[in-house]
């Protein structure tokens, strides 16, 4: 295809958005009302899954040493750890750090543990993250089998209900995000289809007078690129202001210390260019296939 | 060059169109087509374009095979042929000027020749002074001149009219025909589709009379031959 025909086509692209006015509006109002329904989804579902990932990685196996075991038992006991699979960090805490620890976290409560450092109860320590999450049972069931552990702790039960809860929400929101897409896609795609129906005409007579397909086809991909590209201009602009000052006013005011949302800076952002892409997408898709109905092919 | 062999035409709802047709045109022939409605005419014409595909036989106009021709290769035979309706087929949103344009555009041509080109033949069909209206401000008359102005845009060797002053009046048809009789003296095959009896009786031209699918009547220099 010559420079000059693909200018033409780009020319005639816009030149249909002005001429199919109504038409273009009510493509674009699809688009519009759909891709704001996805973003505030995908929003959320970002944002969950964050949070997830955030208590997920804070779950860690506690291998307890027994007593009985030297300080060339306890290397043996960290390099057998290190060799199983899976395995992300191995850190040793001899038992002197760990009172220490213990009597920090409690704060004031902790005086009362302060006369234990002269005979301290508690044992050297094995603290193991995975490299995934979901691999802590499994690794801490292999630590508890080794020689001179004395108990291996990772919050049995409740680690499990947690894995499971993180694993239902995000099945949900990729269903709902998955099923939001699809109805985006025929509501839009039927408006389209609409908008070109009412030009089966038009697309006759180009074909009559010689005109290819991919001729016909090219300003229908270009107006369906721009109907959607339209289309995500309101949706982005909403979700990138409602996120910002979310994230700016709303965020602080939530001290869980596992709540923490996507920082606004590179997400709406992200956020924006996935909403782009799909409006993009679906918008040439729906054109496409639209015309395809009316070229015989 | 058109010709037919043994051409049957059945459609999907067992009605049989066109039932074996034996036919040749010559270059630079100018032929009526005429016939009673539902004989068959309007099929024999859309096979010509390849609007229709037949059932069985052959059909080559200029030297294609059209029958065997893929969907695909359609347009590209097309622009070999021009073609006018009854209904004008104009893009309505077009002005008459981007009209025609467009018949040359979509062979990329250049845009100092299709612009040379299109102010001539909308001269020639004497609506040149019309070129930035769009269809809906036009008459009907000057509206199958724009169409007529496309056909022959990129100097097709054969030109096929389906009823071509089927809406309009006696006085505008006769201009058009004017412009047919034009096409047809430079050299350009013509083939029309007519219910006018006063056009076919009094331009005496080859007629080709058709009746249940079949050629009744084909006259060198012929006359309507139907009463209304």
């Known amino acids: 295809m010559k420079f000059r025909t693909l200018l033409r086509h780009f020319r005639e692209s816009f030149k249909n958005i002005g001429r199919n006015g109504w038409m273009t509006f009510a493509s674009v109002s699809a688009v519009t009302v759909t891709l704001t329904l996805v973003g505030v989804f995908l929003v959320l579902m970002m944002n969950l899954n964050h949070i997830a990932g955030n208590v997920e990685k804070d779950v860690e196996v506690r291998a ?6 030297n300080d060339d038992d306890i290397k043996a006991i960290g390099k057998q750890i290190t060799e199983i699979n899976g395995i992300e960090s191995v850190i040793f805490s001899p038992k002197d750090e760990e009172l220490t620890n213990l009597i920090d976290d409690l704060g004031d409560n902790g005086e009362a543990f302060k006369p234990f450092e002269q ?16 691999d802590v ?37 990729i269903v709902l995000i998955v099923g939001l897409l699809f109805t985006a896609m025929f509501l839009i795609s039927n408006t389209i289809k609409i908008t070109i129906v009412a030009r089966r005409k038009e697309i006759e007579i180009m074909r009559l007078v010689g005109a290819t397909n991919t001729f016909i086809r090219w300003p229908f991909f270009l107006e369906g690129l721009w109907l959607g590209v339209l289309g995500s201009i309101i949706p982005i602009g909403l979700i990138a202001v409602l996120y910002y000052n979310l ?3 709303a965020a602080p005011q939530i001290t869980f210390k596992f709540i923490d949302f996507l920082p606004a800076n590179p997400f709406i952002y992200q956020v924006s260019a996935i909403l782009i892409v799909i ?10 296939m639209s015309v395809r109905k009316f070229l015989k092919v | 060059m058109i010709e037919m062999i043994d051409v049957k035409k059945t459609y999907p709802n067992g009605v049989i169109a066109i039932n074996g047709i034996n036919v040749k045109i010559k270059p630079g022939e100018f032929v009526y087509v005429v016939g009673p409605s539902g004989a068959g005419k309007s099929t024999f014409i859309k096979m010509m374009y390849r609007e229709e595909k037949p059932t069985s036989g052959n059909i080559l106009v200029n030297g294609v095979s059209l029958p065997s021709i893929r969907n695909s290769k359609v347009p590209l035979f097309r622009r070999n042929i021009g073609m006018v309706f009854q209904d004008f087929k104009l893009l309505q949103t077009f002005t008459a000027y981007e009209n025609v344009a467009f018949a040359m555009e979509v062979i990329e041509k250049e845009p100092e020749e299709i612009k040379k080109r299109v102010m001539e033949v909308l001269d020639l069909v004497g609506i040149k002074h019309k070129a930035r209206m769009l269809p809906s401000e036009l008459s009907g008359g000057e509206q199958q001149r724009v169409a007529i102005a496309r056909s022959i845009v990129n100097d097709p060797k054969v030109v096929i009219a389906d009823e071509p002053t089927g809406n309009l009046d006696p006085e505008t048809s006769w201009e058009i025909m004017n412009i047919f009789e034009e096409i047809n003296k430079r050299g350009t095959t013509l083939v ?16 080709i009379a058709i009746e249940s699918g079949k050629i009744v009547r084909d006259e060198h220099r012929g006359d309507y031959g139907y009463e209304i």
Do not use: C
Request: hydrophobic content about 40%.
């Open chain 1, 247 to 249: 994230y700016k006013y």
């Open chain 1, 279 to 288: 409006g993009a997408v679906i918008g040439i898709w729906g054109s496409l």
């Open chain 2, 192 to 207: 029309m589709a007519t219910h006018n009896r006063d056009i076919v009786n009094n331009i005496k031209r080859r007629v």
């Open chain 1, 64 to 69: 307890h040493i027994d007593n009985a075991a």
């Open chain 1, 137 to 173: 049972i499994k690794v801490a069931k292999k630590i508890e089998g080794m020689e001179y552990i004395q108990s291996v702790k990772y919050g049995q039960g409740y680690v499990e209900k947690l894995f499971s809860f993180v694993n239902i929400a995000r099945n949900i929101g």
């Open chain 1, 119 to 134: 005979d301290n109860p508690l044992r050297d320590v094995y603290v193991i993250k995975t490299k995934s999450p979901q």
